[in-house]
């Protein structure tokens, strides 16, 4: 989707009027946003949802404040917009969802809500009970 200084890369929920490809179960929000040099852009931050900015490249702002690049910002669920803006071209993954309202817990990829079930995960890894993926050849 073209915005002024950039372009949206919906991947499912809705943006500017658009919906995006995929259905998501959960109703997550979540595009890509390439921006350019100069570039500034309002996001919807809808109340009530958890809303997330992580910068895979570049060093944009967010509502004022500079992200780093590999950095992840989350933003109060009370709905605003968030105002970005850019020096240099930038990359951003951005959504929104309903919050889940449990504890969060993370170690590399895992992520579970506790640090007992974190410790299960990597055993149930290292045992190869996670499967193997198919090769895409």
């Known amino acids: 989707i073209p ?8 991947i499912s929920g809705t943006f500017a009027g658009r919906q995006g490809p ?26 009530g949802r958890a809303v997330f900015f992580y910068v895979v490249a570049g060093a944009p702002t967010a509502n004022g404040t500079p992200i780093k690049p590999h950095h ?11 105002t970005v803006t850019t020096e240099a071209p ?7 969802a309903d919050p889940i309202g449990e504890p969060v817990v993370s170690h590399g990829p ?3 809500n506790t640090r007992e079930e974190i410790v299960r995960a990597i055993e149930d890894y290292n045992a190869g ?3 193997k993926p198919p090769i895409i050849r």
């Open 22 to 47: 995929f259905e998501s179960l959960t109703d997550v929000a979540m595009m890509t946003i390439e921006l350019e040099a100069g570039a500034k852009l309002d996001l919807p931050a809808p109340a």
């Open 110 to 112: 895992f992520v579970m």
């Open 129 to 131: 009970l996670f499967g």
């Open 3 to 10: 915005v002024d200084g950039g372009t949206v890369n919906l």
């Open 72 to 82: 992840l910002a989350t933003f109060g669920n009370e709905g605003d917009t968030i």
């Open 90 to 96: 930038a990359t951003i993954l951005y959504g929104h």
